[in-house]
């Protein structure tokens, strides 16, 4: 067993990653943040910089890559190092993706991590609160409408700050969460309408929500220019969500934290006040 105490966190400037950075580092962890642009370079095209991010690294926080595959050969490094323990980031409900384009990269990355001989824990979060602020979807609500092939079919919205304390404890409770798969979602599934709506009263402007097609989406995101394979996964989630197996809520954040999940109210409070939808 690894006597090393450092944590190299991956995706560190990334949303989950800089939260479960600063709360392992309030709570006096040694904390390697690694990413392209982080302090400690990573790249996940780039197998040649593993060793050094990995070198006297006790757990890992495994943001995935894009991509299918090279998570295989980064946990054969970390058991090579040494490394004790990886918390896994996933998505909600990966057992029911079935044949869907979406989510490739998180599958490839659980079958990794499931394989190793270290101690792992996986977590598949839903949707998070912050897309709204910090992702995809702000951009569109700045400018007062968001537009998406979402339909009626709810989601169990998470607040990334419950993912990155339920990692954060995962992290510091060796052993009891070994092999363990938590399934993580907000308190209560809302529709993408009803998420605009909230935002749009919290914060005093006009927004309004606009049911596309999967084929009108498609188009819009690939004139902005992102690529088209990327933009037909991304589509692929919403059918996925349109399934409707996703919709309901688990208590992942009560059995790890001993707590109820935040609310989406209470992140569009905070986020509105903090200014992050003023125009
Ligand atoms: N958004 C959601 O609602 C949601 C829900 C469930 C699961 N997820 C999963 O969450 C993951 C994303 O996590 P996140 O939202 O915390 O991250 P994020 O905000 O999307 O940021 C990505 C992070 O990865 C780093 N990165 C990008 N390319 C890299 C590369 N080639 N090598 C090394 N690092 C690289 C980025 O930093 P640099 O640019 O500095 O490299 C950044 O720190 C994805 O696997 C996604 O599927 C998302």
Same mark, same amino acid.
């Given at each position: ?162 993912? @990155?304390? #339920?990692?954060?404890?995962?992290? $510091?409770?060796?052993? =009891?969460?070994?092999?363990?798969? !938590? &399934? *993580? ?34 188009? @819009?995101? #690939?004139?902005?220019?992102?690529? $088209?394979?990327?933009? =037909?996964?991304?589509?692929?989630? !919403? &059918? *996925? ?34 200014? @992050?939808?003023?125009?």
């Amino acid at each position: 067993m690894s006597t090393d105490t450092t944590t190299l966190v991956l995706g560190a400037t990334g949303k989950t990653g800089r939260r479960v950075a600063a709360r392992l580092r309030l709570d006096g962890t040694p904390v390697r943040a690694a990413s392209r642009s982080g302090s400690t370079r990573f790249d996940w095209s780039d197998p040649g910089g593993w060793d050094a991010a990995l070198r006297g690294v006790g757990a890992v926080y495994l943001v995935p890559p894009t991509v299918p595959g090279p998570v295989h050969e980064f946990v054969a490094r970390a058991e090579a190092a040494g490394v004790a323990r990886l918390v896994l980031l996933s998505g909600h409900g990966a057992d029911t993706w079935g044949d869907s384009a979406f989510g490739h990269d998180m599958l490839s990355a659980e079958e990794a991590v499931r394989g190793s001989a270290l101690e792992w824990t996986v977590l598949r979060p839903s949707n998070f609160d912050q897309n709204f602020s910090e992702e995809l979807f702000h951009a569109p609500l700045l400018v007062g409408e968001l537009a998406l092939p979402a339909g009626e079919v709810p989601e169990p919205f998470i607040d990334i700050e419950d993912l @990155a304390e #339920v990692a954060v404890t995962v992290l $510091a409770e060796p052993g =009891r969460h070994a092999g363990r798969t !938590y &399934e *993580l979602t907000g308190p209560r599934a809302i529709t993408f309408a009803e998420a605009t709506e909230l935002i749009s009263r919290a914060s005093d402007l006009p927004i309004t929500y606009k049911q596309i097609s999967p084929a009108e989406y498609t188009a @819009a995101l #690939v004139e902005t220019g992102l690529d $088209a394979t990327d933009v =037909r996964t991304l589509a692929a989630m !919403y &059918e *996925l969500i349109e399934r409707g197996v996703l919709s309901g809520t688990t208590d992942g954040i009560a059995t790890v934290l001993g707590r109820s999940p935040r609310t989406f109210e209470d992140y569009v409070v905070r986020t509105a006040a903090a200014g @992050a939808w003023q125009r």
